[in-house]
């Protein structure tokens, strides 16, 4: 985690910073053994070890079996969405700006065998193919600071929620009914929402753009967002004093007027450019806000085009549309940085509140240090300018 050229009070600083952390979640726990295994867990999950499971965070711990750490996560009295209430709250503190967005998607756990909470063979875009796993559907909050998950729901397939037997077995509540994954999404967006997580967007993949509830839903809260269609989905389009239902396909051959050449933000290789049309479609109810439909089209000879639901202030510029169809992608970095750093898809449970607190540990690690790379950028912006920066926990 240190940076080449680090001091010694800079680690002294993220060492302080974990403390503090872990005092915000002490509450949570009834009992001081499960609380510093905890602090312990977390400190493996931020550790080199390769594998974060029960067997390697016991062993960085200094434990001699995996008990304890496999006891913190299946029986030990503690609630996981309070640590996830605390993990937003934290983010809100370091992080929150207004103009963050809510970005929506899902990853894939592979497993074997039959018995872990929600397991089917399913599509997982993360192994880009059908297999046997486990999906999560996640939340990011995406700001200028950094990036981070603020939120997880499991997805149980049908298969699960028509046997009462199966999800009992695997300690799912009792009552628990099938939920699409839009519907997850619905519920930690309102969540986050409610808890007063500063955000202007939410944006999300096709699964979510082409949802028939979602949208509706957010427009009634009043929520702005850019969401990505399937070409062959339809959308209202006006003409002539009557509106047209068409798709975003045909909007794009036939009512695109002009495209305008934009940065969708910068990758790996430098700014993503693209051509970007915008479409105005039938107005919403609310007055002072619109719908268009954005798409982008690739600049080689392909012309590849994706396609964007928007609903916004009608003020708003086409450059920020870009802009948050651009940040997107950001999810994807949060799930590689969690998986890759934080141990996010090494865990070994297979019960739902297993899950769910593995889950919770691994995003509050991960919080942990998109916090402290938002500290080491303003100490440097600090020391360009010659000032005295002091870190937000200690002011």
Not at 102 to 113: P, R
Not at 119 to 142: D, L, P, W
Not at 176 to 186: D, H, I, N, S, Y
């Amino acid at each position: 985690m240190a940076a080449a050229g680090s001091t010694v009070e800079a680690v002294t600083a993220w060492s302080m910073e974990l403390a503090q952390l872990h005092r915000r979640i002490a509450p949570r726990f009834a009992r001081a053994e499960p609380r510093q295994r905890a602090l312990a867990y977390l400190q493996g999950l931020l550790s080199p070890v390769e594998r974060k499971n029960g067997w390697q965070l016991a062993e960085e711990a200094g434990e001699v079996s995996p008990d304890g750490m496999q006891r913190l996560l299946n029986t030990a009295h503690w609630d996981a969405d309070a640590v996830r209430d605390d993990l937003v709250v934290y983010v809100r503190e370091h992080l929150g700006e207004p103009g963050a967005i809510l970005v929506i998607d899902e990853t894939g756990f592979l497993k074997k065998g039959t018995q872990s909470v929600g397991v089917q063979r399913q599509y997982s875009g993360t192994a880009g193919r059908r297999e046997n796993c486990q999906m999560g559907v996640f939340v990011a909050y995406s700001t200028t600071a950094g990036h981070v998950l603020v939120d997880r729901d499991l997805y149980l397939p049908a298969s699960w929620t028509d046997d009462p037997e199966r999800c009992r077995a695997a300690g799912v509540p009792e009552g628990t009914p099938f939920a699409t994954k839009p519907v997850l999404a619905q519920q930690m967006v309102a969540r986050l929402f409610a808890a007063g997580l500063p955000a202007s967007w939410v944006t999300g993949d096709e699964a979510y753009g082409g949802s028939a509830t979602l949208r509706p839903w957010l427009e009634a809260e009043g929520h702005a967002y850019v969401l990505a269609i399937a070409s062959n989905d339809g959308v209202d389009l006006p003409w002539r004093n009557a509106v047209y239902h068409v798709s975003a396909r045909e909007v794009a051959d036939h009512a695109v007027t002009a495209w305008q050449r934009l940065s969708a933000g910068n990758g790996a290789k430098g700014p993503r450019w693209y051509d970007w049309g915008l479409v105005t479609l039938a107005p919403p109810d609310r007055p002072g806000w619109k719908r268009w439909l954005l798409i982008r089209r690739s600049l080689d000879v392909s012309h590849e085009r994706a396609y964007y639901l928007v609903y916004a202030p009608q003020e708003t510029l086409c450059e920020t549309l870009v802009a948050v169809a651009g940040r997107r992608w950001t999810i994807e970095e949060s799930f590689e940085l969690a998986k890759g750093e934080v141990g996010l898809d090494h865990y070994e449970v297979r019960h739902w509140v297993g899950w769910y607190r593995h889950m919770t540990l691994a995003m509050l690690a991960l919080a942990y240090l998109a916090v402290i790379r938002a500290q080491q950028h303003a100490q440097q912006a600090s020391d360009a300018k010659g000032g005295t920066w002091i870190p937000t926990s200690y002011r």
